[in-house]
Protein backbone atom coordinates (compact mmCIF):
# COMPACT_ATOMS: atom_id res chain seq x y z
CA UNK A 1 0.00 0.00 0.00
CA UNK A 2 1.33 3.43 -1.07
CA UNK A 3 0.12 6.24 0.43
CA UNK A 4 0.35 10.25 0.13
CA UNK A 5 -2.17 13.51 0.69
CA UNK A 6 -4.29 12.77 -1.91
CA UNK A 7 -4.04 9.14 -2.79
CA UNK A 8 -3.88 5.54 -1.48
CA UNK A 9 -2.68 3.09 -3.43
CA UNK A 10 -4.12 -0.31 -2.38
CA UNK A 11 -3.32 -3.79 -4.59
CA UNK A 12 -5.44 -6.51 -6.06
CA UNK A 13 -3.97 -8.76 -3.07
CA UNK A 14 -6.06 -6.84 -0.55
CA UNK A 15 -9.63 -8.23 -2.45
CA UNK A 16 -8.12 -11.64 -2.91
CA UNK A 17 -7.38 -11.86 0.42
CA UNK A 18 -10.80 -11.25 1.21
CA UNK A 19 -12.22 -13.87 -1.04
CA UNK A 20 -9.94 -16.07 0.51
CA UNK A 21 -11.14 -15.41 3.73
CA UNK A 22 -14.39 -15.51 2.89
CA UNK A 23 -13.62 -19.36 1.52
CA UNK A 24 -11.77 -19.92 4.66
CA UNK A 25 -9.58 -21.10 1.87
CA UNK A 26 -5.32 -20.66 2.91
CA UNK A 27 -2.63 -19.28 0.59
CA UNK A 28 -1.45 -22.76 0.83
CA UNK A 29 -4.64 -24.33 -1.35
CA UNK A 30 -5.14 -21.10 -3.59
CA UNK A 31 -1.84 -21.56 -4.77
CA UNK A 32 -2.19 -25.04 -5.82
CA UNK A 33 -5.58 -24.64 -7.37
CA UNK A 34 -3.83 -21.14 -9.37
CA UNK A 35 -1.16 -23.61 -10.29
CA UNK A 36 1.34 -21.15 -9.14
CA UNK A 37 4.42 -21.24 -6.18
CA UNK A 38 2.83 -20.00 -2.39
CA UNK A 39 5.89 -17.27 -2.59
CA UNK A 40 4.42 -15.52 -5.71
CA UNK A 41 0.80 -15.87 -4.45
CA UNK A 42 2.39 -14.12 -1.64
CA UNK A 43 4.08 -11.52 -3.51
CA UNK A 44 0.61 -10.92 -5.30
CA UNK A 45 -1.32 -10.65 -2.28
CA UNK A 46 1.05 -8.18 -0.62
CA UNK A 47 1.13 -5.72 -4.01
CA UNK A 48 4.99 -7.06 -4.76
CA UNK A 49 4.05 -8.76 -8.04
CA UNK A 50 2.14 -7.32 -10.78
CA UNK A 51 -1.03 -9.10 -11.38
CA UNK A 52 -0.55 -10.16 -15.09
CA UNK A 53 -3.74 -10.61 -17.87
CA UNK A 54 -2.95 -14.54 -17.38
CA UNK A 55 -3.22 -14.25 -13.55
CA UNK A 56 -6.57 -12.69 -14.10
CA UNK A 57 -8.02 -15.16 -16.20
CA UNK A 58 -6.53 -17.97 -13.16
CA UNK A 59 -8.13 -15.96 -11.08
CA UNK A 60 -11.68 -15.99 -12.82
CA UNK A 61 -11.76 -19.58 -13.08
CA UNK A 62 -10.44 -20.14 -9.24
CA UNK A 63 -12.53 -17.51 -7.70
CA UNK A 64 -15.26 -16.77 -10.38
CA UNK A 65 -14.51 -12.94 -10.58
CA UNK A 66 -13.85 -12.09 -14.47
CA UNK A 67 -10.63 -11.43 -15.46
CA UNK A 68 -11.44 -8.10 -16.59
CA UNK A 69 -12.34 -7.21 -13.12
CA UNK A 70 -8.90 -7.77 -12.19
CA UNK A 71 -6.95 -5.82 -15.02
CA UNK A 72 -9.37 -3.13 -14.01
CA UNK A 73 -8.33 -3.21 -10.31
CA UNK A 74 -4.29 -3.76 -11.26
CA UNK A 75 -4.67 -0.49 -13.74
CA UNK A 76 -5.88 1.75 -11.07
CA UNK A 77 -3.75 0.57 -8.27
CA UNK A 78 -0.81 1.46 -10.68
CA UNK A 79 -2.14 4.68 -11.68
CA UNK A 80 -2.66 5.46 -7.79
CA UNK A 81 0.99 4.48 -7.41
CA UNK A 82 2.46 6.90 -9.49
CA UNK A 83 -0.27 9.82 -8.72
CA UNK A 84 0.92 8.98 -4.61
CA UNK A 85 4.44 8.65 -5.34
CA UNK A 86 4.18 11.86 -7.50
CA UNK A 87 2.98 13.82 -4.93
CA UNK A 88 5.75 13.01 -2.72
CA UNK A 89 8.24 13.76 -4.13
CA UNK A 90 6.52 16.84 -5.16
CA UNK A 91 5.90 17.74 -1.43
CA UNK A 92 9.52 16.95 -0.63
CA UNK A 93 10.65 18.98 -3.64
CA UNK A 94 8.21 21.87 -2.47
CA UNK A 95 10.27 22.35 0.74
CA UNK A 96 13.44 21.46 -1.10
CA UNK A 97 12.86 24.22 -3.24
CA UNK A 98 12.06 26.71 -0.16
CA UNK A 99 15.90 27.05 0.25
CA UNK A 100 17.08 27.76 -2.92
CA UNK A 101 17.16 31.85 -3.97
CA UNK A 102 14.38 31.33 -6.31
CA UNK A 103 13.65 35.09 -6.35
CA UNK A 104 16.94 36.12 -6.97
CA UNK A 105 17.42 33.20 -9.62
CA UNK A 106 14.50 34.77 -11.25
CA UNK A 107 15.55 38.37 -11.45
CA UNK A 108 18.66 37.23 -13.27
CA UNK A 109 16.19 35.30 -15.63
CA UNK A 110 17.28 32.24 -14.65
CA UNK A 111 13.90 30.72 -13.69
CA UNK A 112 10.28 32.24 -14.65
CA UNK A 113 8.88 34.47 -11.92
CA UNK A 114 5.76 32.81 -9.89
CA UNK A 115 4.98 32.11 -6.01
CA UNK A 116 2.86 28.91 -6.66
CA UNK A 117 4.90 26.58 -5.00
CA UNK A 118 4.40 23.60 -7.48
CA UNK A 119 5.45 25.71 -10.54
CA UNK A 120 8.48 26.78 -8.54
CA UNK A 121 9.34 22.67 -8.08
CA UNK A 122 8.52 22.26 -11.77
CA UNK A 123 10.63 25.26 -12.97
CA UNK A 124 13.68 24.22 -11.07
CA UNK A 125 13.45 20.34 -11.62
CA UNK A 126 13.87 21.88 -15.53
CA UNK A 127 16.61 24.30 -15.01
CA UNK A 128 18.89 21.62 -13.08
CA UNK A 129 17.38 19.17 -15.80
CA UNK A 130 16.49 16.27 -13.12
CA UNK A 131 12.97 14.60 -12.39
CA UNK A 132 13.15 15.64 -8.67
CA UNK A 133 15.40 18.14 -7.14
CA UNK A 134 16.15 15.00 -4.38
CA UNK A 135 18.99 13.76 -7.30
CA UNK A 136 21.33 16.81 -6.75
CA UNK A 137 22.91 14.85 -4.17
CA UNK A 138 24.50 12.43 -6.18
CA UNK A 139 28.38 12.30 -6.86
CA UNK A 140 27.50 11.46 -10.78
CA UNK A 141 25.35 15.65 -11.18
CA UNK A 142 27.11 17.87 -9.17
CA UNK A 143 30.99 17.38 -9.11
CA UNK A 144 32.20 21.01 -8.50
CA UNK A 145 35.78 21.65 -6.91
CA UNK A 146 34.83 23.50 -3.48
CA UNK A 147 34.09 22.78 -0.75
CA UNK A 148 31.97 19.30 -0.21
CA UNK A 149 28.53 19.67 -0.84
CA UNK A 150 25.84 18.97 1.95
CA UNK A 151 22.30 18.83 0.78
CA UNK A 152 20.97 20.56 3.47
CA UNK A 153 22.92 23.47 3.65
CA UNK A 154 20.97 26.59 2.06
CA UNK A 155 24.36 27.88 1.06
CA UNK A 156 25.44 24.82 -1.00
CA UNK A 157 21.92 24.61 -2.73
CA UNK A 158 22.06 28.62 -4.02
CA UNK A 159 26.33 27.19 -5.05
CA UNK A 160 24.39 24.54 -7.03
CA UNK A 161 22.36 26.90 -8.53
CA UNK A 162 25.02 29.18 -9.50
CA UNK A 163 27.48 26.63 -10.82
CA UNK A 164 23.84 25.03 -12.91
CA UNK A 165 23.89 28.41 -14.37
CA UNK A 166 27.70 28.37 -15.31
CA UNK A 167 27.25 25.17 -16.76
CA UNK A 168 24.20 25.81 -19.18
CA UNK A 169 26.25 29.65 -20.27
CA UNK A 170 29.54 27.46 -21.55
CA UNK A 171 27.54 25.21 -23.92
CA UNK A 172 27.36 28.34 -25.83
CA UNK A 173 31.04 28.28 -25.89
CA UNK A 174 33.27 26.37 -28.42
CA UNK A 175 36.39 25.00 -26.79
CA UNK A 176 39.40 23.22 -28.03
CA UNK A 177 39.94 19.53 -26.55
CA UNK A 178 41.42 20.02 -22.77
CA UNK A 179 45.03 20.83 -22.02
CA UNK A 180 46.32 20.96 -19.36
CA UNK A 181 49.87 21.56 -20.44
CA UNK A 182 48.64 23.96 -22.74
CA UNK A 183 47.04 25.80 -19.79
CA UNK A 184 50.28 25.66 -17.62
CA UNK A 185 52.20 27.16 -20.20
CA UNK A 186 49.70 29.75 -20.59
CA UNK A 187 50.28 31.28 -17.22
CA UNK A 188 52.63 33.64 -17.50
CA UNK A 189 51.16 34.62 -20.68
CA UNK A 190 47.56 35.25 -18.46
CA UNK A 191 49.28 36.89 -15.95
CA UNK A 192 50.28 39.74 -17.47
CA UNK A 193 46.86 40.26 -18.26
CA UNK A 194 46.65 41.63 -14.78
CA UNK A 195 47.53 45.05 -15.95
CA UNK A 196 45.04 45.55 -18.40
CA UNK A 197 41.78 46.58 -18.58
CA UNK A 198 38.64 44.07 -18.25
CA UNK A 199 37.24 45.56 -21.69
CA UNK A 200 41.15 44.13 -22.66
CA UNK A 201 41.85 41.21 -21.08
CA UNK A 202 37.94 39.57 -20.83
CA UNK A 203 38.46 38.44 -24.43
CA UNK A 204 41.60 37.80 -24.27
CA UNK A 205 41.20 35.43 -21.62
CA UNK A 206 38.36 33.39 -22.79
CA UNK A 207 40.21 32.71 -26.05
CA UNK A 208 43.12 32.11 -24.24
CA UNK A 209 41.25 29.14 -21.68
CA UNK A 210 38.73 28.23 -24.28
CA UNK A 211 42.18 26.81 -26.74
CA UNK A 212 42.95 25.23 -23.65
CA UNK A 213 39.42 23.45 -23.25
CA UNK A 214 38.10 25.67 -20.63
CA UNK A 215 35.05 27.51 -20.82
CA UNK A 216 35.23 30.90 -18.88
CA UNK A 217 32.13 32.21 -17.53
CA UNK A 218 31.25 35.42 -15.94
CA UNK A 219 28.28 35.46 -13.40
CA UNK A 220 26.39 37.72 -10.84
CA UNK A 221 27.02 36.92 -7.49
CA UNK A 222 23.80 34.76 -6.02
CA UNK A 223 23.30 36.15 -2.51
CA UNK A 224 23.90 33.25 0.29
CA UNK A 225 26.24 31.19 -1.74
CA UNK A 226 29.18 32.09 -0.31
CA UNK A 227 31.13 31.70 -3.59
CA UNK A 228 33.85 33.65 -5.58
CA UNK A 229 34.23 31.15 -8.53
CA UNK A 230 34.09 27.31 -8.84
CA UNK A 231 35.40 25.10 -11.65
CA UNK A 232 33.96 21.31 -12.85
CA UNK A 233 34.24 18.95 -15.59
CA UNK A 234 31.03 18.80 -18.16
CA UNK A 235 31.10 16.64 -20.87
CA UNK A 236 34.06 17.31 -22.68
CA UNK A 237 35.32 20.82 -21.37
CA UNK A 238 36.32 22.04 -18.03
CA UNK A 239 33.99 25.31 -16.82
CA UNK A 240 34.94 28.08 -14.75
CA UNK A 241 32.69 29.78 -13.59
CA UNK A 242 33.62 33.54 -11.54
CA UNK A 243 31.84 36.11 -9.78
CA UNK A 244 33.22 39.64 -11.04
CA UNK A 245 30.70 42.90 -10.78
CA UNK A 246 31.81 45.17 -8.63
CA UNK A 247 34.56 42.93 -7.39
CA UNK A 248 38.28 44.23 -6.53
CA UNK A 249 40.90 43.59 -8.61
CA UNK A 250 42.72 41.61 -6.66
CA UNK A 251 40.40 39.38 -5.47
CA UNK A 252 39.38 39.20 -9.21
CA UNK A 253 42.51 37.54 -9.84
CA UNK A 254 43.35 35.45 -6.85
CA UNK A 255 39.56 33.99 -7.66
CA UNK A 256 40.81 32.88 -11.37
CA UNK A 257 44.15 31.46 -11.02
CA UNK A 258 43.04 29.61 -7.56
CA UNK A 259 40.39 27.55 -9.80
CA UNK A 260 42.72 27.37 -12.80
CA UNK A 261 45.02 25.78 -9.63
CA UNK A 262 42.68 23.16 -9.50
CA UNK A 263 42.76 22.19 -12.88
CA UNK A 264 46.45 22.30 -13.08
CA UNK A 265 46.74 20.11 -9.72
CA UNK A 266 44.19 17.86 -11.16
CA UNK A 267 41.53 18.49 -8.66
CA UNK A 268 38.82 18.86 -11.58
CA UNK A 269 36.23 15.44 -11.39
CA UNK A 270 36.83 14.26 -8.17
CA UNK A 271 33.68 12.57 -6.84
CA UNK A 272 34.01 13.76 -3.55
CA UNK A 273 34.75 17.31 -4.40
CA UNK A 274 37.62 18.81 -3.20
CA UNK A 275 39.35 19.12 0.32
CA UNK A 276 40.42 21.09 2.95
CA UNK A 277 44.32 19.86 2.22
CA UNK A 278 43.13 20.77 -2.14
CA UNK A 279 41.81 23.66 -1.43
CA UNK A 280 44.98 25.02 0.62
CA UNK A 281 47.31 23.40 -2.21
CA UNK A 282 45.41 25.77 -4.19
CA UNK A 283 45.45 28.92 -2.69
CA UNK A 284 49.41 28.52 -2.55
CA UNK A 285 49.98 27.70 -5.97
CA UNK A 286 48.11 31.01 -7.28
CA UNK A 287 49.48 32.81 -4.65
CA UNK A 288 53.25 31.50 -6.15
CA UNK A 289 51.92 31.87 -9.51
CA UNK A 290 50.83 35.51 -9.15
CA UNK A 291 54.17 36.93 -7.18
CA UNK A 292 56.96 34.44 -6.87
CA UNK A 293 57.10 33.59 -2.88
CA UNK A 294 60.77 34.56 -3.01
CA UNK A 295 60.19 37.52 -4.83
CA UNK A 296 57.86 38.66 -2.00
CA UNK A 297 59.73 37.71 0.53
CA UNK A 298 62.48 39.95 -0.41
CA UNK A 299 59.88 42.70 -0.59
CA UNK A 300 58.49 41.94 2.91
CA UNK A 301 62.22 42.14 4.51
CA UNK A 302 62.73 45.86 3.01
CA UNK A 303 60.08 46.71 5.44
CA UNK A 304 59.28 49.25 2.92
CA UNK A 305 55.60 49.47 2.56
CA UNK A 306 54.97 52.45 1.01
CA UNK A 307 52.48 53.68 -2.17
CA UNK A 308 55.85 54.81 -3.99
CA UNK A 309 57.46 51.06 -3.42
CA UNK A 310 54.33 48.98 -3.86
CA UNK A 311 54.27 50.72 -7.39
CA UNK A 312 57.76 50.47 -7.88
CA UNK A 313 57.58 46.13 -6.96
CA UNK A 314 54.03 45.83 -9.17
CA UNK A 315 55.92 47.16 -12.06
CA UNK A 316 58.74 45.30 -12.01
CA UNK A 317 56.67 41.92 -11.27
CA UNK A 318 54.68 43.16 -14.34
CA UNK A 319 51.17 42.20 -12.32
CA UNK A 320 48.20 44.98 -11.13
CA UNK A 321 49.14 47.11 -8.02
CA UNK A 322 45.74 46.11 -6.53
CA UNK A 323 47.45 42.31 -6.45
CA UNK A 324 50.07 43.10 -4.22
CA UNK A 325 48.29 45.25 -1.32
CA UNK A 326 45.63 42.30 -1.40
CA UNK A 327 48.63 39.69 -0.48
CA UNK A 328 50.07 42.20 1.84
CA UNK A 329 46.95 42.45 3.41
CA UNK A 330 46.37 39.27 3.61
CA UNK A 331 49.86 38.67 5.18
CA UNK A 332 49.15 40.95 7.90
CA UNK A 333 51.79 43.71 6.40
CA UNK A 334 49.18 45.91 6.46
CA UNK A 335 45.62 46.85 7.85
CA UNK A 336 42.92 46.13 5.71
CA UNK A 337 42.33 49.61 5.05
CA UNK A 338 45.37 50.74 3.90
CA UNK A 339 46.52 51.58 0.22
CA UNK A 340 43.07 50.71 -0.75
CA UNK A 341 43.27 53.35 -3.50
CA UNK A 342 46.01 50.83 -5.75
CA UNK A 343 42.98 48.41 -6.05
CA UNK A 344 41.17 49.30 -9.39
CA UNK A 345 37.46 47.73 -8.58
CA UNK A 346 36.09 45.77 -12.37
CA UNK A 347 32.73 46.10 -13.58
CA UNK A 348 32.55 43.22 -15.78
CA UNK A 349 29.38 42.73 -17.99
CA UNK A 350 27.89 39.22 -16.96
Given at each position: MVRSRSYIATPPGATIKEQLNDRGMS??????????????????INGEVQLTPETAVRLEMVLGVPAKFWNNLEAIYREKIIKAEAENAMDADAEMAKKFPYSEMAKFGW?????????????????FEVV??????????????????????????ALMAWAQEAKIKARGIQT???????LISAMPEIRKMTVLKP???????????????IALVFLPH??????????????????????????????????????????ALGHIGQSNGTSEDDEKAADKWSGDTLISSDDFEAFREERDYSERRVLQFAKAQGIAP???????????????????????KYEIAV
Amino acid sequence: MVRSRSYIATPPGATIKEQLNDRGMSQKEFAARMDMSEKHISKLINGEVQLTPETAVRLEMVLGVPAKFWNNLEAIYREKIIKAEAENAMDADAEMAKKFPYSEMAKFGWVPETREAKEKVVNLRKYFEVVELSLLGSEQITRIACRRLAITEKSDLALMAWAQEAKIKARGIQTAPINIKGLISAMPEIRKMTVLKPNEFCPQIKKCLADCGIALVFLPHLKGSFLQGASFMDGNKIVVGLTARGKDADKFWFSLFHELAHIALGHIGQSNGTSEDDEKAADKWSGDTLISSDDFEAFREERDYSERRVLQFAKAQGIAPGIVVGRMQLEGMIKYSMLNNLKEKYEIAV
